[in-house]
């Protein structure tokens, strides 16, 4: 498969960066706690596939007055993610993932750690994208003083895909920034709707409450 000059680049530019840092992960999975960490993040990278697990969470938040305009913007951020990710981007940059280079440390590093087949294009880490979309989208229209907290689960999403050696760290940092940005974008989107018709937004939503299917069922 040939390479196009912008997966050439990365991979040239990034080489020893991303080797050292697939190492450390290595190493990571060969230490004591290797056990833990293997049932850690198989755990959280399978809360990414295809974002159904986010997209799920975020329309439960969604049937709910109170919670109703945080689930809106992290749905609006997923979508946004998505549409950067893997409508755009990923198709671009035809970035091939780590493993298939079976001459490099990292194929036997892959087999070890499990060997997950993933779709061929590796940049960026759309796990990650939707993640870091998900809890930016939180974090703009909630409170500040709590749901930075929820960036945590994004950075561990990002260290599962490495860990488990199907994505580069580079495709992890575009991740976090392409997430960051549909993040802010969704966000953004939702608190202008809510600000400017928030009555509509609401009366939209009450055929689809669950707190509305309880009322009129009593």
């Known amino acids: 498969m040939e390479l196009t000059t912008v ?34 993040f198989n755990a959280i990278t399978t809360l990414g596939h295809d974002g159904i697990a986010l997209i799920i969470i975020s329309v439960i938040l ?51 750690a499990g060997a997950q087949l993933e779709s061929e294009r590796s940049f960026p880490s759309g796990h990650t994208t939707s993640a870091m979309a998900m809890v930016t989208g939180l974090f703009c229209v909630t409170n500040k003083k709590v749901s930075w907290l929820a960036f945590f689960f994004a950075i561990f999403m990002g260290m599962s895909r490495i860990y488990l050696c199907v994505h580069y760290p580079t495709d992890v940092i575009g991740g976090l920034i392409i997430g960051g ?33 309880f009322k009129k069922k009593a």
């Open 62 to 112: 969604m049937l709910f007055k109170k919670t109703r305009k945080a689930g809106t913007a992290m749905l609006a951020s997923i979508i946004v993610g998505a549409l950067f990710t893997n409508v755009t981007i990923k198709p671009l940059v035809a970035r091939p993932r780590p493993y298939t280079h079976t001459d490099s440390p990292v194929y036997q590093w892959w087999l070890n």
């Open 181 to 213: 940005i549909a993040g802010i974008i969704g966000g953004l989107l939702v608190t202008f709707l809510y600000k400017h018709d928030e009555h509509k937004i609401s009366k939209a939503y009450v055929n689809f409450s669950l707190a509305g299917l």
């Open 7 to 40: 997966a050439s680049w990365l991979n040239s530019t990034f080489a020893e960066f991303d080797l050292a840092i697939f190492d450390f992960f290595h190493r990571l999975h060969d230490s004591a706690a290797g056990g833990f960490f293997d049932v850690f």
